[in-house]
């Protein structure tokens, strides 16, 4: 048979282990395996949920004292033992083995003081029935000897147990090494270990009952018989009692005279209870209604101290103090009592809210008491906006009034002047928190401060923006140049202007950097200072301008708003909001947008082209300003645009009359004044391109080469005679001069390649002039054969009229008998009707491929119609047109 884990002394070594330091010495250790059943279904024994543990029977000596000790241990995830459970021998109330388990070794031990007596206690499996009578033994002979009592024993014989206890008491053999050597004694293991499985009958109880059976002469076996001997026995001494009883009539009478006065006597004490009773009813029925009156009493006590609270509460809300009362009615707005003033609104407003449903009791809503403070803190609230009201219309107008009078703060005569807002901010950031809490006691009152404010910076704005735009164009020197470019009639002298005008667009540009920013930065402070719930109108860190960040200086005075009242900076996209905040803007920024005009005006009557740059500059700073919620600098830039725009299309404009005009003269010859001008225009024009002004330029070039174009065709019809040469002339002249342009400009190179075109027609039409005047009836004769080739064969047109074979040769005589000096005379047409010696050999080489063009049709088409007839070869004639 397999060794008992109760006798593992690894076991017990690793049990003491885990509880070392409890002062405990374990007394039997064995492995169980625990699992859950439940109460009242002895039926389900649930061990589905079977897990391995360790029971530990300990003891514990305190003095004379011994105390028992059941703990569960359990493995942890290193196998190492741990304790998990510790339940106290003295608890244990019951042993009951589970009878469903067919092996007899599942058991449960009841305690009487678990917490919880709904939840089943677990029940313990052993390997076998040994294991398991080994440890219940140990548990009751420990309970016998310590406790003194035994726990209650369900479902196993306690005779049974003891039987197996006496032949299962193991003798263990010990050797003693003794002075004399060493002697062996034989032991049991009740010996060894301390009350492990003493007996459950002693020595003496069973030598008496060995004495007993002895007597009856019966063994161990004859149970039965014994019983049924006994039972005789006994009927015989009840029998005999009751014959000793009744033989002892006379104690008995005695007795029952006794128990008669025992009887009268409480029959008296009945009847006095009765009487105590009904007065200790009584008695309770008058502490009932004590105690209901007291309890009442004490009810109605606690009622009124909570009454009396509330009431304290409500007057704490109805009481206005004096310094706040003081201050709200008639206090300071200086500087220095500011802060008395925004705790007194904010004690205003809390008080207000304070006194609305949401956040007052219903109930106290319609008391009079309440609606006559509401109406005070009402007047309260009037009064102290009214103030300050006044008070900051007055400011606003002071710091405006202040600042206009000392002339520091403008540009003056030689000294540029930037505008420095950052101590107007200041001064107004410090009555931040008194608008916050304007408009949360009264919102209408911030439509007349905001026009207030509005009207008097819309002053200093106007008056910073006219004296610095007056400094800018006084100190900046810049020569005049013409407005006419393409005038017929001008003079050689202005075809080309160098003069540098670079500054005007330069002093364009100051403007804008200095004032865009300006005005954006405004924007944004007074968004937040006048409380507009609208986004940031430049995000913190944000590029406000096209170009670069302009006022570094008044940025920290911006941001710093929103900080006035984190809980009333919320960003919303209120449309409503957004056009009130619109239209004050306008109030604020209106008529500052004059002196933009005035230096867009200026710098077009000094260089009309720099209109270009300034539309450049214009449209960086338009697209810089997307992100801009408020839109009046942007509607600002858009109008610039437009301006710009507008001038430079005057000067489109009166260029196109100028071009217009050269019709008008009596006759023209050779290039035309304005081509060559043009290019030099069109060469300045792409010198001031900038950004996105690529656009106005282009439109430009359409209209005036479309102008250009026209006129050129116009001029030509008033002598058809000359209108080719004028036209190729012209077409060569707009070629050579925009050539570098066309490469770069792809605009100019459409119009490049339809002068291009324009120019191979007219070259075409005066060679084939030209050609036709010297060939005219050799070229002729061909024409009338190629038309009557329509209606008619090859070999009947030698036999029509005016083109027989004679006809031929007299045709070919007068044509071609002089053909060097005809080739000649055509050079010479050419050579005279040109007036530019540069396109004569260009012309010439057209020429003379075109005239070789037309005779080898007409050898083709003699050889055809007159195969016998002989004319001068096309290399006879290639070799002659060579040579001349």
């Given at each position: 048979m397999a060794k008992s884990s109760?006798?593992?002394?690894?076991?017990?070594?690793?049990?003491?282990?885990?509880?070392?330091?409890?002062?405990?010495?374990?007394?039997?250790?064995?492995?169980?395996a625990k699992s859950r059943g439940i109460w009242g279904k002895s039926g389900k024994l649930g061990r589905h949920m079977a897990k391995p543990r360790v029971l530990a029977l300990s003891t514990k000596s305190k003095g004379q004292r011994t105390k028992a000790f059941l703990r569960v241990l359990k493995y942890s995830t290193g196998g190492v033992l741990e304790p998990a459970k510790l339940y106290k021998l003295k608890h244990l109330s019951k042993v009951e083995v589970i009878t469903n388990d067919p092996s007899g070794c599942t058991f449960m031990l009841g305690f009487d003081n678990l917490?919880?007596?709904?939840?089943?206690?677990?029940?313990?499996?052993?390997?076998?029935?040994?294991?398991?009578?080994?440890?219940?033994?140990?548990?009751?002979?420990?309970?016998?000897?310590?406790?003194?009592?035994?726990?209650?024993?369900?479902?196993?014989?306690?005779?049974?147990?003891?039987?197996?206890?006496?032949?299962?008491?193991?003798?263990?053999?010990?050797?003693?090494?003794?002075?004399?050597?060493?002697?062996?004694?034989?032991?049991?293991?009740?010996?060894?270990?301390?009350?492990?499985?003493?007996?459950?009958?002693?020595?003496?109880?069973?030598?008496?009952?060995?004495?007993?059976?002895?007597?009856?002469?019966?063994?161990?076996?004859?149970?039965?018989?014994?019983?049924?001997?006994?039972?005789?026995?006994?009927?015989?001494?009840?029998?005999?009692?009751?014959?000793?009883?009744?033989?002892?009539?006379?104690?008995?009478?005695?007795?029952?005279?006794?128990?008669?006065?025992?009887?009268?006597?409480?029959?008296?004490?009945?009847?006095?209870?009765?009487?105590?009773?009904?007065?200790?009813?009584?008695?309770?029925?008058?502490?009932?209604?004590?105690?209901?009156?007291?309890?009442?009493?004490g009810m109605q006590s606690v009622n009124n101290k909570s009454l009396i609270e509330e009431l304290d509460k409500l007057l704490e809300r109805l009481r206005v103090p004096s310094e706040y009362a003081a201050c709200l009615t008639g206090g300071s707005f200086d500087e220095s009592h500011m802060l008395q003033n925004v705790e007194a609104c904010e004690w205003l407003t809390s008080a207000l809210r304070g006194l609305e449903v949401p956040n007052l009791d219903p109930t106290y809503a319609n008391m009079r008491a309440?609606?006559?403070?509401?109406?005070?803190?009402?007047?309260?609230?009037?009064?102290?906006?009214?103030?300050?009201?006044?008070?900051?219309?007055?400011?606003?107008?002071?710091?405006?009034?202040?600042?206009?009078?000392d002339k520091s703060y403008f540009s003056q005569r030689g000294q540029l002047k930037r505008p420095d807002h950052a101590d107007l901010r200041y001064k107004c950031r410090t009555y931040a928190r008194l608008l916050q809490?304007?408009?949360?006691?009264?919102?209408?009152?911030?439509?007349?401060?905001?026009?207030?404010?509005?009207?008097?910076?819309?002053?200093?704005?106007?008056?910073?923006?006219?004296?610095?735009?007056?400094?800018?164009?006084?100190?900046?020197?810049?020569?005049?140049?013409?407005?006419?470019?393409?005038?017929?009639?001008?003079?050689?002298?202005?075809?080309?202007n160098n003069s540098d005008t670079s500054t005007v667009s330069e002093a364009y540009a100051k403007m804008l950097t200095i004032?865009?920013?300006?005005?954006?930065?405004?924007?944004?402070?007074?968004?937040?200072?006048?409380?507009?719930?609208?986004?940031?109108?430049?995000?913190?860190?944000?590029?406000?301008?096209?170009?670069?960040?302009?006022?570094?200086?008044?940025?920290?005075?911006?941001?710093?708003?929103?900080?006035?009242?984190?809980?009333?900076?919320?960003?919303?996209?209120?449309?409503?909001?957004?056009?009130?905040?619109?239209?004050?803007?306008q109030d604020l920024l209106d008529g500052i947008q004059e002196d933009f005009y005035a230096v867009v005006d200026w710098a077009y009557k000094i260089d009309p082209l720099r209109c270009i740059s300034m539309h450049g500059i214009t449209e960086r700073y338009i697209s810089g300003q997307k992100a801009d919620a408020a839109g009046f600098v942007r509607l600002l830039l858009d109008d610039l645009e437009s301006r710009i725009s507008m001038q430079f299309s005057r000067f489109v404009d009166e260029a196109c009359h100028q071009i217009e005009r050269n019709e008008r003269n009596v006759k023209q010859t050779g290039v035309l004044s304005y081509i060559p001008r043009f290019a030099t225009l069109a060469t300045r024009m792409e010198q001031y391109i900038q950004g996105q002004s690529r656009d106005l330029v282009d439109q430009a070039y359409t209209k005036f080469v479309s102008i250009m174009f026209v006129t050129l065709e116009k001029i030509a019809q008033t002598d058809p005679k000359y209108a080719d040469i004028f036209l190729l002339e012209n077409y060569a002249a707009f070629q050579n001069s925009l050539y570098d342009?066309?490469?770069?400009?792809?605009t100019l190179a459409k119009f490049y390649h339809q002068a291009s075109e324009a120019y191979e027609q007219a070259c075409t039409r005066f060679i084939s002039m030209i050609i036709y005047y010297q060939f005219e009836r050799l070229f002729q004769f061909a024409r009338k054969i190629e038309d009557l080739m329509y209606t008619i064969s090859p070999e009947e047109i030698p036999f029509q009229l005016g083109l027989s074979k004679m006809d031929l040769r007299k045709m070919l005589k007068s044509s071609l008998s002089g053909v060097d000096k005809s080739i000649g005379a055509m050079y010479k047409k050419l050579q005279k009707n040109l007036t530019s010696d540069?396109?004569?050999?260009?012309?010439?080489?057209?020429?003379?491929?075109?005239?070789?063009?037309?005779?080898?049709?007409?050898?083709?088409?003699?050889?055809?119609?007159?195969?016998?007839?002989?004319?001068?070869?096309?290399?006879?004639?290639?070799?002659?047109?060579?040579s001349m």
């Amino acid at each position: 048979m397999a060794k008992s884990s109760a006798d593992d002394e690894e076991l017990r070594r690793a049990c003491d282990a885990a509880i070392e330091g409890t002062k405990e010495k374990i007394v039997m250790s064995i492995r169980v395996a625990k699992s859950r059943g439940i109460w009242g279904k002895s039926g389900k024994l649930g061990r589905h949920m079977a897990k391995p543990r360790v029971l530990a029977l300990s003891t514990k000596s305190k003095g004379q004292r011994t105390k028992a000790f059941l703990r569960v241990l359990k493995y942890s995830t290193g196998g190492v033992l741990e304790p998990a459970k510790l339940y106290k021998l003295k608890h244990l109330s019951k042993v009951e083995v589970i009878t469903n388990d067919p092996s007899g070794c599942t058991f449960m031990l009841g305690f009487d003081n678990l917490r919880s007596q709904s939840v089943a206690p677990p029940q313990w499996t052993m390997r076998n029935i040994d294991d398991r009578n080994r440890l219940l033994l140990c548990i009751l002979n420990i309970c016998k000897d310590v406790l003194g009592r035994l726990p209650k024993v369900v479902g196993i014989d306690v005779v049974e147990m003891a039987l197996w206890a006496k032949e299962n008491t193991p003798t263990v053999t010990t050797q003693r090494n003794l002075e004399d050597g060493p002697v062996v004694t034989a032991v049991t293991e009740s010996d060894l270990k301390v009350t492990v499985e003493k007996e459950l009958v002693s020595q003496a109880e069973e030598e008496d009952m060995e004495a007993l059976l002895g007597t009856y002469v019966m063994g161990i076996g004859e149970a039965e018989a014994f019983s049924e001997r006994l039972k005789r026995e006994l009927l015989a001494l009840e029998a005999a009692n009751v014959h000793a009883i009744l033989e002892s009539e006379p104690l008995v009478d005695e007795v029952l005279q006794g128990l008669e006065a025992a009887t009268n006597c409480v029959e008296d004490m009945d009847e006095w209870l009765g009487i105590f009773n009904v007065k200790l009813r009584h008695m309770r029925e008058d502490i009932e209604s004590i105690e209901t009156r007291n309890n009442k009493l004490g009810m109605q006590s606690v009622n009124n101290k909570s009454l009396i609270e509330e009431l304290d509460k409500l007057l704490e809300r109805l009481r206005v103090p004096s310094e706040y009362a003081a201050c709200l009615t008639g206090g300071s707005f200086d500087e220095s009592h500011m802060l008395q003033n925004v705790e007194a609104c904010e004690w205003l407003t809390s008080a207000l809210r304070g006194l609305e449903v949401p956040n007052l009791d219903p109930t106290y809503a319609n008391m009079r008491a309440v609606k006559e403070k509401r109406a005070e803190l009402e007047k309260l609230k009037s009064t102290f906006v009214r103030r300050a009201s006044d008070f900051l219309r007055n400011y606003f107008a002071s710091l405006v009034d202040f600042m206009i009078s000392d002339k520091s703060y403008f540009s003056q005569r030689g000294q540029l002047k930037r505008p420095d807002h950052a101590d107007l901010r200041y001064k107004c950031r410090t009555y931040a928190r008194l608008l916050q809490h304007l408009k949360s006691l009264d919102k209408n009152c911030l439509g007349p401060l905001r026009k207030a404010y509005c009207s008097s910076l819309n002053l200093l704005l106007r008056r910073e923006a006219r004296e610095f735009a007056n400094e800018l164009r006084a100190s900046t020197k810049a020569s005049r140049n013409p407005t006419v470019w393409l005038e017929g009639s001008t003079g050689p002298g202005q075809n080309v202007n160098n003069s540098d005008t670079s500054t005007v667009s330069e002093a364009y540009a100051k403007m804008l950097t200095i004032f865009i920013p300006l005005l954006v930065d405004e924007s944004s402070f007074f968004a937040h200072f006048m409380c507009f719930e609208v986004p940031a109108l430049v995000p913190p860190g944000g590029i406000s301008n096209g170009n670069k960040a302009g006022s570094n200086d008044d940025d920290d005075d911006d941001l710093g708003i929103m900080d006035i009242d984190e809980n009333d900076s919320k960003a919303g996209n209120d449309s409503a909001e957004l056009v009130a905040l619109n239209e004050s803007l306008q109030d604020l920024l209106d008529g500052i947008q004059e002196d933009f005009y005035a230096v867009v005006d200026w710098a077009y009557k000094i260089d009309p082209l720099r209109c270009i740059s300034m539309h450049g500059i214009t449209e960086r700073y338009i697209s810089g300003q997307k992100a801009d919620a408020a839109g009046f600098v942007r509607l600002l830039l858009d109008d610039l645009e437009s301006r710009i725009s507008m001038q430079f299309s005057r000067f489109v404009d009166e260029a196109c009359h100028q071009i217009e005009r050269n019709e008008r003269n009596v006759k023209q010859t050779g290039v035309l004044s304005y081509i060559p001008r043009f290019a030099t225009l069109a060469t300045r024009m792409e010198q001031y391109i900038q950004g996105q002004s690529r656009d106005l330029v282009d439109q430009a070039y359409t209209k005036f080469v479309s102008i250009m174009f026209v006129t050129l065709e116009k001029i030509a019809q008033t002598d058809p005679k000359y209108a080719d040469i004028f036209l190729l002339e012209n077409y060569a002249a707009f070629q050579n001069s925009l050539y570098d342009l066309a490469n770069v400009v792809p605009t100019l190179a459409k119009f490049y390649h339809q002068a291009s075109e324009a120019y191979e027609q007219a070259c075409t039409r005066f060679i084939s002039m030209i050609i036709y005047y010297q060939f005219e009836r050799l070229f002729q004769f061909a024409r009338k054969i190629e038309d009557l080739m329509y209606t008619i064969s090859p070999e009947e047109i030698p036999f029509q009229l005016g083109l027989s074979k004679m006809d031929l040769r007299k045709m070919l005589k007068s044509s071609l008998s002089g053909v060097d000096k005809s080739i000649g005379a055509m050079y010479k047409k050419l050579q005279k009707n040109l007036t530019s010696d540069e396109l004569l050999p260009s012309l010439w080489d057209k020429c003379k491929k075109e005239f070789l063009d037309k005779y080898e049709s007409f050898s083709q088409l003699v050889g055809k119609i007159y195969p016998n007839e002989t004319i001068p070869s096309i290399a006879e004639m290639r070799d002659l047109l060579a040579s001349m």
